[in-house]
């Protein structure tokens, strides 16, 4: 009887990680160019091994149980977002697979597909509040002025044709690597490759890749399982107070 508690605790626990990762992506909904998480988990399935052998050590499985769920892997979809148009002369967004590359207060470096960019104080092209913007040599790129063109491939231009830096974009070999901070940027022990075959689309930013739909559906679905487990538990708890109360008596 008292096994039924490990499976539910468990239970509770891990619907409500992931509910708090549903309500993180759909917090970000307006978030240009965010991913989303998606949470997985199993059965913890070798809990115990009973065993019977002999002298031979010949074994014979008596069974194997499962009492909890546990945590899988939280999973990042980078799946291509829709490009939305914003006409703003410093925006970007990238078509394909790739990363714009931000250096941040700290020097260090870090990725993201959001490409909502504006100048800071000293006219450095910059995502605000987070880190100039790279090009593809890992510098820092400074406009000055934001009456630019812009080709295909992230290069700057004064109205004049005279050139002003490029817009570096970052490839991995297995996405796998990143991490997502808990700002929503990408880092890697190792820095990304700077690539020119993927298109940049100058006025646009990608918008978040989330399905609002699914998301609701799987909050229904958690946060029913996470009330099912509830109550459930004060079931037991109710016969774990007979079992003590008025079977004790016996």
Excluded: C
Aim: proline fraction near 1%; charge should be negative.
């Amino acid at each position: 009887m008292f096994k039924g508690f490990y499976n539910l605790t468990s239970g509770m626990l891990t619907q409500g990680r992931n509910l708090d990762v549903i309500a993180n992506n759909m917090t970000n909904v307006a978030t240009a160019g965010f991913k989303t998480d998606r949470y997985t988990f199993s059965t913890f399935e070798e809990v115990m091994w009973k065993r019977v052998g002999n002298m031979d050590q010949r074994y014979t499985d008596l069974g194997i149980q499962s009492w909890i769920t546990a945590p899988s892997k939280l999973y990042t979809d980078y799946e291509q977002g829709a490009l939305e148009e914003t006409g703003q002369p410093l925006d970007f967004a990238i078509e394909g697979d790739g990363f714009f590359a931000l250096e941040n207060r700290d020097g260090e470096r870090i990725y993201t597909r959001n490409g909502n960019f504006s100048l800071d104080d000293e006219g450095y092209l910059w995502l605000s509040g987070y880190g100039r913007v790279l090009d593809a040599q890992g510098n820092t790129i400074r406009l000055v002025t934001d009456q630019i063109k812009a080709d295909d491939i992230g290069g700057m231009f004064t109205e004049n044709g005279g050139f002003l830096g490029r817009v570096g974009v970052f490839r991995f070999e297995d996405n796998g690597a990143l991490e997502k901070n808990n700002f929503g940027f990408f880092v890697s022990d190792n820095d990304g490759q700077a690539v020119t075959d993927v298109k940049v689309h100058n006025g646009y930013v990608e918008r978040a890749n989330i399905d609002l739909v699914q998301q609701m559906t799987g909050m229904i679905t958690a946060e029913r399982a996470y009330q099912s487990a509830a109550e459930v538990t004060k079931i037991y708890d109710e016969m774990m107070t007979k079992a003590t109360t008025d079977v004790g008596r016996l």
